[in-house]
């Protein structure tokens, strides 16, 4: 009798190679918070822990923008080329963010550009163009660079007596 389970499962990606996932959220203000959760999960199974807390900062900034200004759905896309994971927000607001500039210290928002270009390693935005639905919305993206190498391989664990 063969042992080998049906249908075979794959192997695991190693940490160079190249992946992408996408979340689409409808424009919910819940849609930020699945988002950043999404991040996380799928930052830590493909052992990129260093990245999480930046990631999730600006994927947050970016996603609540788009809840907040496009009133309409909204996409994360992550896409990693090792070294640099590129995560991207796009939404169906047909403008691109104000040009950036140093908030206001009594400004109670305004704030999401500035903490891009400081966090970030590198940014930028597209118009997505129309569609036959209209306009077709805009993509902001931000990029982030791991400065290490990759994780250790698992070690297998013992198994309890």
Same mark, same amino acid.
């Given at each position: ?14 940490? #160079? ?46 996603? #609540? ?97």
């Amino acid at each position: 009798m063969n042992s080998e389970p049906w249908p075979p499962t794959p192997e695991p990606l190693a940490f #160079t190679d190249p992946w992408e996932y996408e979340l689409a959220f409808p424009g919910d203000p819940r849609g930020p918070g699945i988002a950043r959760m999404t991040l996380r999960a799928v930052l830590a199974a493909h052992g990129v822990p260093e990245l999480i807390e930046r990631a999730e900062l600006l994927t947050s900034e970016l996603t #609540t923008n788009s809840v907040r200004h496009a009133k309409g759905s909204a996409s994360v896309r992550m896409r990693w080329a090792h070294p640099v994971l590129r995560i991207s927000v796009s939404d169906t607001a047909p403008y691109l963010p104000a040009a950036l500039c140093s908030p206001s210290p009594e400004a109670g928002s305004g704030r999401g550009l500035f903490i891009l270009d400081r966090v970030a390693d590198r940014w930028g935005g597209c118009a997505l163009g129309d569609t036959l639905l209209g306009p077709g919305g805009k993509s902001v993206w931000f990029e982030l660079a791991v400065r290490t190498g990759p994780p250790p391989p698992e070690t297998p664990r013992p198994l309890a007596a």
